[in-house]
């Protein structure tokens, strides 16, 4: 079985300051991880993966993310960040021919 | 190129009633998974489909089948509705499972009263 966890449900941060989301993963085979972003009232968009090669990954609006294999996380991260940043954002994990599991989600503020 | 498209965009319906939801994958993927979001929570799992047939299956009872077509698209059964299934209905295309990133649609806000 595989699951993801994410740390924080809500994360307030100001305008232009650094951000890091956190998620844990859980999985028995080699998995492939995945962040999510949702706004308001639409579906998910796919922000960054890590599928294999270089642990850390990065998407083209500034987020980052590093696998880390003997922790088990997969932290979201960014510099700085935009009001435009506003949103909900998803950890997820699919290992070997299993499903992708999605965590509860961090709704990330950012505060003018 | 067109995404995945879902119908309707919101829909509501009694307890008790059967419910179908509609999908069409984006251009060039094979695969349909459907996910339930409830309020505040994470998406949970439902079924995916491939090749016509499901291959996988999440926690949900029989109430809730599907059906994928020879075009890729795909259909979401809800039968003896309960309040419970109140959600949004997402909608995800891929190729094969799904391993590599989804495409989502913008989902069907489904209340049942």
């Known amino acids: 079985a595989q699951s993801v966890t994410q740390l924080d449900s809500q994360v307030p941060v100001f305008e232009e300051a650094p951000v890091e989301l956190r998620c844990n993963y859980s999985?028995?085979?080699?998995?492939?991880l995945f962040w999510y972003v949702q706004y308001p009232n639409q579906g998910l968009q796919l922000l960054l993966k890590?599928?294999?090669?270089?642990?850390l990954v990065e998407s083209i609006n500034g987020f980052e993310a590093e696998f880390n294999k003997s922790q088990t996380s997969f932290h979201l991260r960014k510099p700085s960040v935009h009001i435009s940043d506003t949103a909900e954002y998803f950890c997820?994990?699919?290992?070997?021919?299993?499903?992708?599991?999605f965590g509860i989600g961090t709704k990330l503020q950012v505060i003018p | 190129d067109a995404g995945v498209t879902q119908s309707p965009t919101h829909l509501i319906k009694t307890r008790g009633q059967q419910v179908t939801l509609r999908c069409s994958p984006k251009s060039g993927h094979d695969t349909v998974s459907w996910y339930q979001q409830a309020l505040g929570q994470g998406p949970q799992f439902i079924f995916q489909?491939?090749?016509?047939?499901?291959?996988q299956r999440g926690n949900f009872p029989d109430r809730f089948s599907g059906h994928q077509f020879p075009n890729y698209s795909s259909e979401l059964n809800v039968n003896a509705l309960l309040l419970g299934d109140s959600a949004l209905y997402l909608c995800?295309?891929?190729?094969?499972?799904?391993?590599?990133?989804?495409?989502f649609g913008s989902g069907t806000r489904l209340t049942v009263v």
């Open positions: 997820a994990v699919s290992g070997g021919y299993q499903k992708v599991t």
């Open positions: 890590y599928l294999s090669g270089s642990t």
């Open positions: 999985s028995s085979v080699s998995v492939y």
């Open positions: 995800a295309s891929s190729l094969w499972q799904g391993r590599k990133g989804y495409t």
């Open positions: 489909y491939y090749e016509e047939e499901e291959r």
